[in-house]
């Protein structure tokens, strides 16, 4: 089996071209922008969209979609050396339109929408036409735990009515449609199969946004919605009844590891701000730098970042190659989201007030760090599944080598 670390030509001139883009159109219009609070939003998607005429011109656009549908065409492993360039800057997989949650919506409606599903809100969604979002999670029950979903549809006619309550659902805002799970089986086989997706336009007439809920890192952009007779055309259902579990976990797969592949980016920039800060600052007769507690901060985060690298590299030739990717998935987004936060931690330590600050992008890199510890599977969950997959191969094989990425070593 060959193990090859090295890109094709090709690969390496989209890399390049994306880094460059990156450095030369896009975060300087990042800095002119200044921060989420400093713009009118109208102004902020004037901004974007011009920047996304300039990505589709320059041939850097869905990285993630193939090519008939106006995307790139590449594969995961591909993907991954892309979106940790692209989210070098917190604008970049906006601007190529590849960011959260319309990335996984246009995976998931790839694998689940009929055909005229797709035309009406693939096609528009990949054209960037349209914003999507994914209505999951909801304040009363915990959003860790899919099968306790209470938001009901039931069939009347044509139609389906539903009533929820939804919360943290990203983009709804600015999205024309949602993917939303509701409940649909009462006595379902398994307690798995009792949900159900729908695709719902908005606006539409029972689909009520409450507020955006405020978070820690102060900007908005997640809303709480109050679903009251909402009436969806059966037409309108995605995948078949009882399936919302399993459309739910396809789509999380590579949502969960293009997360990772943009918080690689963000780790890095941490790590090369802390060398960077290390190699100007003068404390006690040397560089902080020289000093060995400085050294081992760094050395711990080279060697997180090395690994979270490996991971999502492994993960993803694992759904390349169409292998069983959910342990790997589920250990990569783990590490990386813990890393991530670790790293940018002891980047702020290494600049002292200055990392405290807002004049360096660490204080907001931090704060936005925080979700991805519980976000798309907390950390418990994660570990749970991973240790009973462990336990699981221990006990079908006398040996626990399966779970630890069936690598052969
Ligand atoms: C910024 C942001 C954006 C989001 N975007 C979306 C979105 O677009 N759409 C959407 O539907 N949702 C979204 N969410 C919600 C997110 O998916 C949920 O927060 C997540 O699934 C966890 O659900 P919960 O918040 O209800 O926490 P809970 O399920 O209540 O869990 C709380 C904590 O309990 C612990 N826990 C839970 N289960 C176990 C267990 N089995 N064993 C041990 N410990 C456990 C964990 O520590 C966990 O962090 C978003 C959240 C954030 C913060």
Not at 371 to 389: K, L, N, P, S, Y
């Amino acid at each position: 089996m060959p193990i090859d670390f090295t890109l094709t030509p090709e690969l390496e001139d989209i890399r390049l071209r994306v880094r460059t883009f990156v450095d030369e159109v896009i975060k300087p219009a990042e800095e002119r922008m200044g921060g989420d609070d400093d713009l009118a939003r109208d102004e902020y998607i004037r901004i974007i969209l011009g920047l996304r005429a300039k990505a589709q011109e320059a041939g850097i656009w869905l990285p993630h979609m193939p090519t008939e549908w106006g995307g790139m065409g590449l594969s995961h492993v591909e993907l991954a050396m892309v979106q940790a360039e692209a989210a070098k800057s917190r604008l970049g997989p906006w601007v190529f339109n590849c960011q959260a949650p319309d990335e996984g919506n246009m995976h998931t409606l790839l694998h689940w929408a009929t055909d005229e599903q797709k035309e009406k809100y693939l096609r528009p969604l990949c054209e960037g036409r349209m914003m999507s979002c994914f209505a999951m999670t909801e304040p009363e029950v915990a959003g860790s735990d899919p099968t306790l979903i209470q938001t009901r549809a039931y069939q009347d006619g044509d139609e389906w009515v539903i009533n929820g309550h939804k919360w943290f659902i990203s983009n709804a805002h600015r999205a024309q449609f949602a993917i939303l799970l509701a409940r649909t089986e009462d006595d379902p086989d398994l307690p798995q199969a009792a949900n159900t997706g729908f695709i719902v336009d908005i606006p539409s007439e029972g689909w009520n946004e409450v507020r955006e809920v405020e978070t820690m890192h102060g900007s908005t952009g997640h809303s709480e919605i109050l679903i009251e007779d909402l009436r969806v055309p059966a037409s309108n259902m995605l995948g078949g009844r009882g399936q919302g579990h399993m459309l739910g976990q396809y789509r999380l797969g590579p949502a969960r590891l293009a997360h990772c592949m943009r918080w690689i980016a963000q780790a890095e920039t941490a790590l090369d701000m802390m060398v960077d800060r290390a190699l100007n600052r003068f404390s006690h007769g040397s560089l902080l730098a020289e000093k060995q507690g400085i050294q081992w901060m760094i050395a711990d985060s080279t060697m997180e970042l090395y690994q979270a690298k490996l991971m999502v590299l492994h993960a993803a030739y694992r759904i390349d190659n169409k292998l069983d990717f959910k342990s790997e998935v589920s250990m990569a987004k783990h590490f990386v989201a813990n890393a991530l936060g670790r790293i940018i931690d002891r980047s702020i330590q290494v600049h002292g007030a200055l990392g405290y600050s807002t004049d360096t992008p660490l204080a907001s890199m931090y704060q936005h760090a925080r979700w991805a510890r519980f976000a798309d599977g907390a950390d418990e969950v994660h570990q749970m599944r991973i240790a009973q997959r462990t336990i699981a191969a221990y006990k079908d094989d006398g040996s626990t080598r399966a779970a630890t990425g069936d690598l052969p070593l």
